[in-house]
């Protein structure tokens, strides 16, 4: 990787930089973390994840992906992986016979919760415990801010 992007100055080369490179070793530590512990992927965490904190541990397809932000292509295929494993179900809905919801089940729900401990030390080895207070809430702030504009742009 180079020191410096064209057409950006040296601030803005090395936060950029910087966030492209956590951006993209940080999923591949907590992937073969996982799957390594608990036989499944970040992805696969993040979907149980949303399952678990959502009314009845059940939500809409489109609800899930856009929680996830997974398309409906990749949250199906994942979704036929965790049903296969039992970890989640699919349903109709009740209220739309054109949508189908997903929904943890018990299996689903104990395989989270094993999974938790040593994802958060990694977490917490890998990103909290390498900030200070004032660094860690710089970087929820700007967590956020990025958030937004993403979030905005996906429409």
Known sequence: MTDFAPRMDARES????????????LPHLLDAQLERDSRMTHFEFTVLSALYVAPDSMLRMSELAQ???ATLPRLSH???RMEKRELVERVPSETDRRATNVRLTAVGRREFIRAIPAHIDL???LVIDALTAE????LGEIAEAIGERLAARRG
């Not at 090395?14 to 070793?25: P, T, Y």
């Not at 660094?135 to 710089?138: E, K, R, T």
């Open 14 to 25: 090395r936060a950029w930089l910087g966030l492209i490179g956590v951006a993209q070793l």
């Open 67 to 69: 929680t996830t932000a």
């Open 78 to 80: 994942v979704c036929t």
């Open 123 to 125: 977490v917490r080895s």
């Open 135 to 138: 660094q860690l809430d710089s």
